[in-house]
């Protein structure tokens, strides 16, 4: 009889306690974002809830802004939510002429685990924990679909996903009998396309390959104190470096060695005269990844060296492990004078 009570105990304890872990709500919002260069526009989707509430994302906006880059925030419903268990969504491809649309599960485990674990904010002098407050979902050619956990400056990539090419009324992009749909996916590409974009040799691919994750470190060598590191990734994550706070979040960033590849890294440091600067290193992407995946083929594990003999002139930029080393010459830097502390 005791035993049979004991084992109801424990059975009533787990079921409370997954019924808790499922029930917590938290703050956030959806957001969204398509590649630069290749226009989207999302025709319906959600975050969905096990517990069935629905968070819409912004829809039917032209969107480019950038892989990983929120464009706008769906303000409605409950300030406070479960967390989403799942991503439904369609939307168009302007520079393929294709529609797509796909129901996804989300990994609930890795979100509830990075949502408990936080980051450290980088607004103001105070360095403390936030927590992310936005899911943004990420579509490119292909019916490729991405999806982040955001907050004011670390972004995590939770998830990938592929769509299914289908068909949809075009008058759900457009209702206007007036204008062809050849004639509007013209006019939307005229506008929402760099004027230099020669498309990828292979974007689709790009897509999927961009996910990949590298185990690398990036050290620094300058005459001038650091203070601080923004690192941009080809798959749309973003990670705020601090080299002066002591937070264990922070020091956890700085000796985690598991990253993709760089788009961009801004490097903000302060002179001997106590002056600030900011060097923002654009690295080309299709060739540094093609670096990164080559000299891994060597070496699984490396650092990406940046040395400046000065800030004035521009760094030398390599590829280490031990003997072997790879330069890279093709990035392009901007500079910029910053106010004091």
């Not at 690295?283 to 990164?292: R, S």
Request: with cysteine; charged share 25%.
């Amino acid at each position: 009889m005791i035993k049979v009570t004991v084992a109801a105990l424990l059975l009533v304890g787990i079921i409370i306690f997954f019924t808790g872990c499922a029930s917590k709500k938290y703050e956030w919002l959806a957001t969204e974002c398509a590649p630069k260069n290749y226009p989207m526009q999302i025709i319906s989707g959600a975050f969905i809830c096990p517990n069935g509430y629905v968070q819409e994302l912004p829809l039917n906006k032209i969107i480019s802004n950038g892989w990983g880059t929120r464009v706008s925030t769906h303000i409605v419903g409950s300030k406070f939510k479960p967390l989403p268990s799942k991503l439904e969504i369609t939307w168009f491809s302007f520079t393929e002429d294709k529609f797509y649309s796909g129901e996804f599960e989300l990994p609930l485990e890795v979100i509830r685990t990075l949502m408990k674990q936080g980051y450290v904010d980088h607004t103001g002098n105070e360095q403390k924990k936030e927590i992310f407050n936005r899911f943004m979902a990420g579509v490119a050619p292909g019916g490729h679909v991405s999806v982040w956990l955001a907050g004011s400056s670390d972004s995590r990539a939770i998830a990938n996903f592929k769509a299914k090419e289908i068909d949809v009324p075009w008058k759900t992009v457009l209702d206007n009998p007036s204008v062809t749909r050849k004639d509007y996916i013209k006019l939307i590409l005229s506008k929402d396309v760099a004027e230099a974009l020669t498309p990828l040799e292979s974007p689709i691919v790009r897509w999927q390959e961009y996910e990949r994750q590298y185990k690398w470190k990036l050290k620094f060598e300058t005459p001038q104190e650091m203070e601080s590191v923004f690192i941009n990734s080809l798959n749309g994550e973003r990670r705020f470096l601090n080299y002066q706070s002591k937070h264990p979040l922070n020091l956890q960033k700085l000796t985690y060695d598991i990253h993709a590849v760089p788009e961009n890294i801004r490097y903000v440091f302060e002179t001997t005269d106590k002056k600030r600067y900011s060097i923002k290193i654009y690295f080309d992407h299709q060739k540094v990844f093609k670096a990164f995946k080559e000299f891994e083929a060597e070496s699984e594990e490396f650092k990406l060296e940046v040395k400046f003999e000065s800030w004035k002139g521009k760094p030398q930029i390599t590829l280490v492990n031990g003997d072997k080393m790879m330069k890279i010459t093709d990035f392009s830097i901007k500079k910029n004078s910053l106010a004091g502390k």
